[in-house]
């Protein structure tokens, strides 16, 4: 099993920036993709952005050009830079692994506690 341990939300006025880190830890064999995902209230949770073992990255229309995501493979960790942040960006943050726990098991996911990000004046 793993375990995902955020960091980083908080408040940030509009045009601000922040970064978010989840850092994966216990029994990982490897770590294939790896993402960040929000929820706003009353909205249902949406990919934000992703990024394979080979550092392919995939972002929602919404962040292209603002947010930036990259992982550190020797830390397990997975960050998300996220500049000119808007009011519309405030949601909980979560980081998503899909990983195998040992060489011969299949493909896991899991999910990070998540973090909270508003975006106010």
């Known amino acids: 099993q793993v375990q995902l341990v955020e960091s980083g939300g908080g408040l940030v006025q509009p045009g601000g920036s922040l970064r978010l880190s989840c850092a994966a830890s216990g029994s990982i064999f490897t770590i294939n993709h790896m993402g960040w995902y929000r929820q706003a209230p009353g909205k249902e949770r949406e990919l934000v952005a992703s990024i394979t073992s080979g550092g392919s990255t995939n972002y929602a229309d919404s962040v292209k050009g603002r947010f930036a995501i990259s992982r550190d493979n020797a830390k397990n960790t997975v960050y998300l830079q996220m500049n000119s942040l808007k009011p519309e960006d405030t949601a909980v943050y979560y980081c998503?692994?899909?990983?195998?726990?040992?060489?011969?098991?299949?493909?896991?996911?899991?999910w990070g506690q998540g973090t909270q990000v508003t975006v106010s004046s």
């Open positions: 998503n692994v899909v990983y195998r726990p040992t060489i011969l098991s299949i493909v896991r996911g899991s």
